[in-house]
């Protein structure tokens, strides 16, 4: 049987380990600056430090989207496809989502072209960005940026 | 029973460039969702993907959650002679499906 002095004490300290952790998990850390810096360490995981230029990459998606579960997405490479000179890999970033990590696709000079569609998802308004891996050892992106009106991958809205 | 279906033309001429789409069911669960009681609900995912034209690769893709739902990738070859083409995708949960397609070239 546990004493009025008893229960009192012990409620007390429930309420102060409860009071503890709430502080603690408002410290949420900047989840904003955290995916920017995960997706500049993917992408200088693709290209090991080298110079990342702007040009020959087309990223083509709506710049609108109603549903970022499933948005068309489609890279062209302005770059011959020949055994000398070809596209290596092309490899799909967003800025938003919980991973930054979308697509990594490996192509060769027996592709003829280097052109790349699917469909992906996109959590949030942002910038997507896409990174072409030359023979020649260069790399390329281009970015563009949207609006998502119906997020993806999270019911209850951004974590 | 996974699904797959391809888009590619069954005749080409030779050094001709065809497209090729490939579709394949799957719900591509992200890891990041949640049931209604709070549990989050296990990665299930096609990871990577890899079309081989007559046993030589030409086209290979690692996939991540971001991919959507029956995910699909359209991608191009040179006709280079009359065969077939593999696709194969592999996943989570020792997922694996194989589909082929074959194309003559003139």
């Known amino acids: ?159 | 029973m996974a699904r797959a279906i391809i888009t590619m033309p069954a005749a080409a001429r030779r050094g001709e460039i065809i497209e090729i789409k490939a579709l394949v069911a799957h719900s591509m669960e992200t890891g990041f969702r949640r049931t209604q009681y709070g549990d989050l609900i296990p990665r299930d995912i096609i990871t990577r993907f890899v079309c081989t034209y007559n046993g030589a690769q030409i086209f290979s893709a690692e996939l991540h959650p971001a991919i959507a739902a029956n995910p699909l990738l359209a991608f191009s070859t040179v006709a280079t002679e009359s065969g077939t083409i593999t696709f194969r995708w592999s996943g989570d949960n020792g997922y694996a499906v194989t589909e082929t397609a074959s194309i003559l070239v003139e």
């Not at chain 1, 948005?71 to 938003?96: C, G, Q, Y």
């Open chain 1, 1 to 159: 049987m546990t004493t009025r002095r008893e229960f009192l004490v012990l409620a007390c300290g429930a309420a102060s380990i409860t009071a503890a952790t709430r502080s603690e998990a408002q410290l949420v850390p900047n989840q904003e600056a955290l995916r920017k810096a995960a997706l500049r360490e993917a992408i200088r995981k693709v290209t090991g430090g080298a110079p990342l230029s702007r040009g020959r990459v087309k990223l083509d998606l709506p710049p609108l989207i109603d549903n970022g579960n499933a948005v068309p997405l489609s890279v062209t490479v302005e770059n011959p496809m020949t055994n000398a000179d070809h596209v290596k890999a092309i490899h799909i970033f967003t800025e938003k989502n919980p991973q930054p990590y979308v697509l990594s696709a490996y192509l060769g000079p027996r592709a003829g072209r280097a052109r790349l569609a699917t469909r992906v998802r996109i959590a949030d308004s942002g910038t997507v960005t896409a990174v072409a891996q030359l023979s020649d050892g260069s790399f390329w992106s281009d970015s563009a940026e949207v609006v998502v009106t119906l997020s993806a991958c999270l019911e209850e809205g951004l974590i």
